[in-house]
C-alpha cells in the first residue's frame, strides 16, 4: 500500500477544518432561526455572541498552533542538507526548555552542557521528556480530559456535545503547544486533526446508544429502564467515552511533539496511545467526579 504523503495530510487538515466551521454554523443559524420567531435582535445577539465565542474557542487557537515553529525528535537527522538548521532549531527549543520552572537543576544542566553536541543533546532532551516534560503534559492533557467528561455527561444534546468535543480537544492541542514552544509538523497535525474530528463525531454518535445493549444481565437490564438510573448511566458513558478519546487525542499529539516516531507504524502509535490513555483514564473519572459540585459552581460564579 503507498505510504501517504505530506500534501495528504495537509489536505486533510484543511478540510477538516472548513467541515467543522460548517457543522458549528449550521447549528448556529438553527438555533438563530429558533430564537428570531421570539425576537429578531434575541437572534441578532445570539449571532453576535457566538462570532465572538467562535473567534475564541477555534480560530485564535488554530492560529496559535499553526503559526508556532515546527519541530520533532525527528528532525535532527533526517535531512543531511538541513543537519544545520535542525540542529539550531534543537538548540533552540533546549535553551526554551531549560528556562522552565519544572526542570530539576541536574536536568537543566544535562541540556545546557550538551548543547555543542548533537548527538548528546538529542539524548538528554530525550531523558528530559521521559522523566519530567512527558509529566507536565500528562497533566495539561488530563485537565482537558476531565473538562470534556464533565461537560458532555452533563449535557444531553449530541450536537452540543460534539461542538464541545471538538473545541475543547482543539484548546488541547493549543496548550500543548504553548506549553512546549513549538508544533508538530503539518503532515501530523493532518492527522490530529482527523482524530479530533472522530472524536466530535463520535461524541454526537454516543448520545443514540442503547444502553440495554451494555448489559446483558436480565436485572441489570430491569434497573438500568428505570429513568434517573437510564438518565445517569447514558451521561456516565458519554462522558467516559469522550473523556478516552480525548485522552487519546493529546496522547497522540504530545507524541507527535517529542517521541521519536520514524519508522513507526500510524496503527502502532494509536494502539500505544489509546493503551495510555485506558491507564490514564480511571483517575481522570475519579478526579471529575471529587470535583464535579466544586466545578458546577466555579463556572456559574465566572458567568455572573
Known amino acids: 500500500m503507498k505510504k501517504l504523503g505530506k500534501p495528504f495530510w495537509i489536505t486533510v487538515g484543511i478540510g477538516v477544518f472548513f467541515f467543522a466551521v460548517m457543522v458549528i454554523l449550521s447549528s448556529v443559524l438553527q438555533l438563530g432561526e429558533r430564537l428570531a420567531t421570539i425576537s429578531p435582535y434575541l437572534a441578532y445577539g445570539f449571532y453576535v455572541v457566538s462570532a465572538i465565542l467562535f473567534f475564541i474557542l477555534v480560530i485564535r487557537p488554530v492560529c496559535l498552533i499553526i503559526f508556532s515553529p515546527t519541530f520533532s525528535m525527528d528532525s535532527l537527522f533526517s535531512e543531511a542538507e538541513n543537519a544545520r538548521k535542525n540542529y539550531l532549531m534543537y538548540k533552540k527549543v533546549a535553551k526554551n526548555i531549560a528556562k522552565e520552572t519544572y526542570l530539576s537543576d541536574v536536568e537543566r544542566e544535562s541540556i545546557e552542557d550538551s548543547l555543542s553536541d548533537p548527538m548528546q543533546l538529542k539524548q538528554s532532551l530525550s ?59 503539518y503532515p501530523a497535525l493532518g492527522r490530529l486533526s482527523f482524530n479530533v474530528l472522530t472524536s466530535a463525531i463520535i461524541a454526537e454518535t454516543l448520545e443514540d446508544i442503547n444502553i440495554n445493549e451494555l448489559f446483558p444481565n436480565k436485572g441489570l437490564n430491569t434497573l438500568a429502564e428505570l429513568p434517573f438510573v437510564k438518565t445517569l448511566l447514558g451521561s456516565l458513558i458519554q462522558g467516559i467515552g469522550n473523556a478516552l478519546l480525548s485522552l487519546r487525542v493529546g496522547i497522540i499529539c504530545r507524541n507527535y511533539l517529542f517521541m521519536n516516531l520514524k519508522g513507526v507504524p500510524r496503527d502502532k502509535i494509536r494502539k500505544l496511545a489509546f493503551a495510555e490513555a485506558i491507564v490514564l483514564l480511571p483517575g481522570v473519572l475519579a478526579e471529575s467526579i471529587k470535583r464535579m459540585p466544586s466545578r458546577i459552581r466555579s463556572i456559574f460564579e465566572k458567568v455572573f
Do not use: Y
Not at 503534559?137 to 449530541?158: P, W
Open 127 to 185: 531523558v528530559v521528556f521521559d522523566q519530567t516534560i512527558k509529566k507536565e503534559l500528562n497533566k495539561i492533557i488530563i485537565r482537558n480530559a476531565e473538562t470534556v467528561f464533565l461537560s458532555t455527561a452533563i449535557s444531553q444534546n449530541g450536537r452540543l456535545d460534539s461542538i464541545a468535543v471538538f473545541t475543547i480537544n482543539l484548546k488541547l492541542i493549543k496548550e500543548l503547544v504553548l506549553k512546549c514552544g513549538f508544533r508538530p509538523s
